[in-house]
Nanobody, 123 residues
């Protein structure tokens, strides 16, 4: 499984961005798909995940601002980010977990990772 994230860029505080992550290879619909970010000097941080078509998980830091969704026909997962803040600046990565029972918020649950896309929010 290969994951390709895109959609990052430079925006101003308060703006919105939508990140996409497209998978190639094996069955996508059964994977739990997660989004993480990592700022310089920090650990990778869980943001959101989607299991099946409707079960979603969010970190408290982004709940209400970020929305995760997926299009299984396109093998793509999205992260809609609204009301962006300077502290959202980081490299954003998507990940896939083949097992349906993994803890969605844990890095070690995920089997495959994309290369990351930079999001920079200017204040």
């Amino acid at each position: 499984v290969q994951l390709q994230a895109s959609g990052g860029g430079l925006v101003q505080a308060g703006d919105s961005l939508r990140l996409s992550c497209t998978a190639s290879g094996r069955t996508f619909s059964s994977f739990t798909m997660g989004w993480f970010r990592q700022a310089p000097g920090t650990e990778r941080e869980f943001l959101a995940a989607i299991r099946g078509s409707t079960t979603t998980y969010y970190a408290d830091s982004v709940k209400g601002r970020f929305t995760v969704s997926r299009d299984n026909a396109r093998k793509t997962v999205y992260l809609q980010m609204n009301s962006l803040k300077a502290e959202d600046t980081a490299v954003y990565s998507c990940a896939a977990d083949e097992a349906p029972w993994g803890v969605a918020s844990m890095v070690k649950s995920y089997d495959y990772w994309g290369q990351g896309t930079q999001v920079t929010v200017s204040s």
